[in-house]
C-alpha cells in the first residue's frame, strides 16, 4: 500500500525557517513527480511547489518564489524522500501542508495520484 507521511510542521515565528519532508513507501519514488500543496483554514487547497521526477525542473507558486526550495532524494529505496525548505515564513504561510504523488507535471492537484495526512504550519507575527 503506498504511503507519504509528512513531517517537520510546527509553530514558528515569522522570518523564521522550517523544513518539511516526505517520506514515500511501497511507491516507485522515482517514476513520480512530487509537489506541496496547502490548505489555509477556509482556503482552497493551492500548489506551493513541485518538483519534476529525474530533480530537473521546479516549480513553484508565485507567494513562495525565492523563499521556499523543493527537492528530492530518490536514492533511498524503497522510502525516498522530498523536502520543502521554507525560510522568511510569513503568517500567511499558516497552513497544513500536503505532499504528493502524480504521474505528469502539474499545479493541479487533480493530477496527483497519492496523498499524504498533511502536517500543520503556523507562524506568528
Known amino acids: 500500500q503506498v504511503r507519504l507521511v509528512e513531517s517537520g510542521g510546527g509553530l514558528v515565528q515569522a522570518g523564521d525557517a522550517l523544513r518539511l519532508s516526505c517520506v514515500g513507501s511501497?511507491?516507485?519514488?522515482?517514476?513520480?513527480?512530487m509537489a506541496w500543496f496547502r490548505q489555509a483554514p477556509e482556503k482552497e487547497r493551492e500548489f506551493v511547489a513541485g518538483?519534476?521526477?529525474?530533480?530537473?525542473?521546479?516549480?513553484?507558486?508565485d507567494s513562495v518564489k525565492g523563499r521556499f526550495t523543493i527537492s528530492r532524494d530518490n536514492s533511498k529505496d524503497p522510502e525516498n524522500t522530498v523536502y520543502l525548505q521554507m525560510n522568511s515564513l510569513k503568517p500567511e504561510d499558516t497552513a497544513v501542508y500536503y505532499c504528493?504523488?502524480?504521474?505528469?507535471?502539474?499545479?493541479?492537484?487533480?493530477?496527483?495520484?497519492?496523498w499524504g495526512q498533511g502536517t500543520h504550519v503556523a507562524v506568528s507575527s
Open positions: 518538483i519534476t521526477w529525474n530533480s530537473d525542473s521546479t516549480d513553484y507558486a
Open positions: 504528493a504523488a502524480g504521474r505528469a507535471r502539474s499545479v493541479r492537484q487533480g493530477t496527483y495520484q497519492y
Open positions: 511501497e511507491l516507485r519514488f522515482g517514476y513520480y513527480h
